[in-house]
T-cell receptor
């Protein structure tokens, strides 16, 4: 069964500092990988996704993520955070290719990001 | 604008009552999902549906029921059998990656509180 681990429950960074949120996944075949962001009391918004090709993917709001198959990781990065980036971030893995629809998206438990001035 | 609409945003229920959460999408997506979110537990799948008139149980289906009579609609009923229904409920939809999608699009959620 697929699984996602986000080892950091809560991260605090200073405004303007760089950010890296960790995500490790377990999946037997080619995964589809996603990062979502959630503001309090709101739904989830897609930041970026990886299906295939270039392992460094660019997303919205200046975020990027790198897929490393050898490490089963898909870490999210941003070179300089803004106060508006404070939110909860979720990594998710889904089945790729012909298995799409037969297996659900599996989410990590999330990382809460706090930005300090 | 296309999107997913969940209603109501806040819902209060007395113990022992059934309650239905609405989810409507105008994205023409085939697949729809219901997730439950509790603090520190991420999102857990309740039910999902890939086509009209068909749906499958997710990881925590006990105490919930769904229907998929129309492509656009996927209502969730929280029954009295659900022991701890107070939570934030999220509806989502998606299409196949070959159609340019693969990711799930989410509604704004319904916060259910049992009083």
């Amino acid at each position: 069964a697929q699984s996602v681990t986000q080892p950091d429950i809560h991260i605090t960074v200073s405004e303007g500092a760089s950010l890296e949120l960790r995500c490790n996944y377990s999946y037997g075949a080619t995964p589809y990988l996603f990062w979502y962001v959630q503001s309090p009391g709101q739904g989830l918004q897609l930041l970026l996704k990886y299906f295939s090709g270039d392992t460094l993917v660019q997303g919205i709001k200046g975020f990027e993520a790198e897929f490393k198959r050898s490490q089963s990781s898909f870490n999210l990065r941003k070179p300089s955070v803004h106060w508006s980036d404070a939110a909860e971030y979720f990594c998710a893995v889904g089945a790729g290719g012909s298995n799409f629809g037969n297996e659900k998206l599996t989410f990590g438990t999330g990382t809460r990001l706090t930005i300090i001035p | 604008d296309g999107g997913i609409t969940q209603s109501p945003k806040y819902l209060f229920r007395k113990e022992g009552q059934n309650v239905t959460l609405s989810c409507e999408q105008n994205l023409n997506h085939d697949a729809m999902y219901w997730y439950r979110q509790d603090p520190g537990q991420g999102l857990r799948l309740i039910y999902y549906s890939q086509i009209v008139n068909d749906f499958q149980k997710g990881d925590i289906a006990e105490g919930y029921s769904v229907s998929r009579e129309k492509k656009e609609s996927f209502p969730l009923t929280v029954t009295s059998a659900q022991k701890n229904p107070t939570a934030f409920y999220l509806c989502a939809s998606s299409i196949e990656p070959d159609s340019g999608g693969g990711e799930a699009f989410f509604g704004q959620g319904t916060r259910l509180t049992v009083v």
